[in-house]
């Protein structure tokens, strides 16, 4: 189970860090991901860690912006969101899975096989 926390109302240029909580399993053995939906538009991929690995992978609207980490003792995965933008609008899930992924999936929903609720970031301009 995954658990995702952390969303809110903030203004254009803030910060935010959303977490994810895994139950059941041992997040570092999985590849964990963030993924984004926005109003009326598909799912998108975010962020990615590596299970076993600190290798991450970032969309392009994420890189340079956000920061996925992984804390092995709260068995949590954490996106640090920072000079946020109103496109940054929308529902964030965290997701899993223990399968490999290779590194030109990690954006692909359907690598993923564990879904958490979304936690809504509104991002005001």
């Known amino acids: 189970q995954l658990q995702a926390s952390g969303g809110g109302l903030v203004q254009a240029g803030a910060s935010l860090r959303l977490s994810c909580v895994g139950s059941?399993?041992?997040?570092?053995?999985?590849?964990m991901a963030w993924f984004r939906q926005a109003p009326g538009k598909e799912r998108e991929f975010v962020a990615t860690?590596?299970?076993?690995?600190?290798?991450?992978y970032y969309s392009h609207s994420a890189n340079g912006r956000f920061t996925i980490s992984r804390d092995n003792a709260k068995n949590a995965v954490y996106l640090q969101m920072y000079n946020l933008e109103p496109e940054d609008t929308g529902d964030y899930y965290c997701?899993?899975?223990?399968?490999?992924?290779?590194?030109?999936?990690?954006?692909?929903?359907?690598?993923?096989?564990?879904w958490g609720q979304g936690t809504l970031v509104t991002v005001s301009s």
């Open positions: 997701a899993s899975t223990p399968r490999y992924v290779s590194d030109t999936k990690v954006d692909e929903r359907d690598r993923y096989d564990y």
């Open positions: 059941g399993f041992t997040v570092q053995t999985y590849n």
């Open positions: 860690i590596r299970r076993n690995s600190n290798s991450v």
